[in-house]
């Protein structure tokens, strides 16, 4: 399963870098994909609660996720 949000408040590589370890270590997350520029593509057997998808982009920085 795929699903697809946007992140915004990201400026470099490394923003995208500190989201992609917190939201890789969702229990249940298999590969997550975060640009700067597109949406973050989160990978999983079965739907991530959005709460731990927040709760994981808010401890890697002051960004805010929604859902694309």
Known sequence: MQTTYT?????????????????????????????????????SDERIPFDAVIAAVSEAGNYTVVEA
């Open 7 to 43: 992140v915004s408040g990201m400026t470099c590589g490394h923003c995208a870098n500190h989201v992609t370890e917190e939201v890789s270590a969702i229990d249940g997350v298999k590969n997550v994909s975060v640009s700067v520029e597109g949406p973050m593509v989160i990978e």
